[in-house]
């Protein structure tokens, strides 16, 4: 019975040492892969939101750590950097709209320095499908209207959902989830005005603060 637990015993722990070995094969072969499509999906994603044609850096090796309440949060937010050659042009901005429906909406928004919205899209959200859902660009084009729309200071009244005499259509049965995110676009335009006389205090992706 002894040599026979043994044997068991020797058995699994082979068992477990090939396939833990074997598990770390696969994940060195396809490290490289993965790590490869992960960034051909950013790439693709920064595109949306900051038009290709304005820029011609490597913006997403131009990553920055942001910090300001006015981002929906005190949580460290990425921001990417456009330049075209050598200046900055805009930026795609990690930020976050605290007051959904059902949660905070992370998003990303591209924009100028001088308050004008080149694209956003939604990173993250927890909306009710069918209805705050609509702010997904694979659902709907609502969020698309922020395109090339500026924001004229904090005071901005456009800024706002058509009920509340803004330019920006709320959805039926739905005004929380839209006016969280036209809040949010809005706030982020408008720090991201605030920022070039900031740029090289900026803190790159990676390091400490």
């Known amino acids: 019975m002894l040599d026979t637990m043994r044997r068991h015993a020797v058995t699994l722990a082979l068992f477990a040492a090939l396939t833990t070995g074997l598990s770390a094969v696969i994940n060195r072969i396809t490290a490289p892969t993965i790590s490869e499509q992960s960034a051909k999906q950013q790439k693709a994603l920064l595109d949306q939101v900051v038009p290709p044609n304005l820029y011609d850096n490597d913006m997403q090796t ?9 981002l929906g949060s005190a949580a460290p937010h990425r921001l990417y950097l456009a330049r075209n050659k050598g200046v900055a042009v805009a930026a795609a901005l990690e930020t976050t709209a605290p007051d959904g429906y059902s949660g905070a909406i992370q998003l990303l928004v ?45 005071d901005d009244v456009r800024w706002a959902v058509s009920k509340e005499g803004g330019m920006f259509d709320q959805f039926t049965g739905a005004t929380i989830t839209p006016r969280a995110v036209v ?12 920022l070039p006389p900031r740029l090289d205090t900026l803190t790159p992706c990676g390091e400490s603060s």
């Open 62 to 70: 131009e990553c920055y750590i942001v910090t300001d309440t006015a």
């Open 110 to 154: 591209g924009a100028d320095f001088h308050g004008t919205v080149l694209g956003s899209r939604v990173l993250e959200h927890h909306e009710t499908p069918g209805l705050g859902d609509k702010i997904e660009v694979r659902i709907s084009d609502w969020i698309e209207r922020f395109i090339n729309q500026v924001v004229k200071g904090p």
């Open 183 to 194: 809040n949010a676009v809005k706030r982020s335009a408008l720090y991201l005005q605030t």
